[in-house]
């Protein structure tokens, strides 16, 4: 059994992102592995590390918390 994955529609929502650049440039900003997939679609995001990136000690905050 694999990592949960959290889908682009779900990252977009939970960071309160609208465009996927600027979804991208924060996750590479904040050294979260990511892949894009077909048509540029971010995918492969692994709960833990988003999750980490809430517990970064520069206080990140999520929309609706990690």
């Known amino acids: 059994m ?9 990252l977009l929502e939970d960071t309160g992102f ?13 050294n979260i592995p990511y892949r894009v997939g077909r048509g540029g679609r971010i ?5 833990d590390a988003y999750g ?3 517990n970064d ?3 990140i905050e999520f929309a609706d918390g990690p």
């Open 2 to 10: 694999g990592e949960r994955v959290i889908t682009e529609e779900e």
């Open 18 to 30: 609208a465009r996927r650049g600027d979804l991208r440039r924060w996750l590479d900003q904040e």
């Open 43 to 47: 995918c492969g995001v692994t709960v």
């Open 52 to 54: 980490a990136a809430a």
């Open 57 to 59: 000690p520069r206080g």
